[in-house]
């Protein structure tokens, strides 16, 4: 578990990245090269200062922005549903298809919150063929692509998990090739009640539900392990019944994480959570992909938030799962 903080990341240069690209794709080199980068092994935190707790019932929003093109209106969305615990992947900092911008930090500063934020992949290119057209320049000032936990009460404790993989990413041809896994980002959230763990996920998608399971598993082991006794609450994109038949019910993190004490919620569970976007490679794609999972927490509702704006425009590829916690269980 990383638990180092700075207020900003080292940048690999230019042509460290480069060379990143031509190395052999062997596990033992990109675990190697994951353990050489300071951005990968540090949490990035900022925001606004703030000091109170939270008040019970409180909403909590988890969201995968893909890549947040549109910070400023994913803000304005997240404003509307009062969430004062937000949980986003797919976040980029220095990319150009986002013009450079640090979209974290931008939503974060519209919602008035502080923020962790954990670089989960280094890009290597620009990103994917249909993402070029959003690029004003040819190069990455920075290449980060990661989760972040935003909240309007103090992040305590930050820290990045990164879970398990078999850097798919690194070793597989792609139009994509990155340096890194998948990763969670979380901290300890203080409530009038009392503290409980919040944590933002963003699972492996070209994989299988078992290999979801074992990311999942080894995420509860290493936050039991942060915070001993504590209720959890973990949000994101789990991509439920990707590459696994098309249907989340596929997956058995289901089943495991209920085992373990936990309840999972995914809004009305016949209604997916994907749409078509302005980038989407699988316009076509719907899938129910996007889940809030407690323990030690009294959820009442959960339900999905539209990502089109007022214009109809998509914002991103994924649905908000939204729910109100009451208290604690």
Not at 14 to 26: C, D, G, P, S, V
Not at 134 to 155: I, Q, R, V, Y
């Amino acid at each position: 578990m990383i638990r180092k903080t700075v207020p900003a990341f080292d940048v690999p240069t230019q042509e460290a990245r480069e060379a990143f690209i031509t190395l052999e794709k062997r596990p033992d080199i990109h675990d190697a090269t994951i353990a050489s980068l300071n951005c990968m092994n540090t949490v990035r935190i900022g925001g606004a200062d703030l000091s109170a707790p939270l008040a019970f019932p409180f909403t909590v929003a988890a969201w995968n922005l893909e890549r947040c093109l549109f910070p400023l209106e994913s803000a304005e969305k997240l404003r509307k549903t009062g969430a004062p615990l937000v949980l986003v992947s797919e976040m980029d900092e220095g990319m150009a298809r986002t013009g450079q911008a640090d979209p974290t930090a931008i939503v974060a500063g519209e919602l008035g919150m502080n923020y962790a934020y954990g670089v989960e992949f280094l890009e290597l290119s620009l990103g994917s063929e249909i993402e070029h057209s959003f690029c004003k320049d040819d190069f990455n000032e920075k290449g980060f692509h990661g989760n972040a936990l935003m909240a309007s009460t103090p992040l305590k404790d930050p820290f990045v998990f990164r879970l398990p993989g078999e850097g798919k990413w690194f070793k597989d041809s792609n139009e994509q090739p990155r340096v890194g896994e998948r990763c969670a980002i979380g901290a300890t959230v203080e409530t009038e009640a009392g503290p409980f763990v919040a944590i933002s996920v963003h699972l492996e998608s070209v994989a299988d539900g078992p290999y979801r399971e074992r990311q999942m598993s080894a995420l509860m082991d290493a936050v039991e392990a942060y915070a001993p006794g504590l209720p959890i609450l973990i949000g994101g994109d789990l991509n439920t019944g990707n590459h696994s038949g098309g249907d989340y019910r596929t997956d058995t993190l289901f089943a495991m994480a209920e085992a373990r004490g936990f309840e999972c919620h995914g809004g009305p569970l016949d209604q997916t959570s994907t749409r078509p976007s302005l980038i989407t490679r699988f316009p076509e794609r719907a899938m129910k992909l996007d889940w809030i999972v407690s323990r030690g927490l009294k959820i009442s509702e959960s339900h999905l938030v539209s990502s089109l704006n007022e214009e109809g425009k998509p914002l991103t590829d994924h649905d908000m799962i939204v729910c109100t916690v009451e208290s604690f269980a």
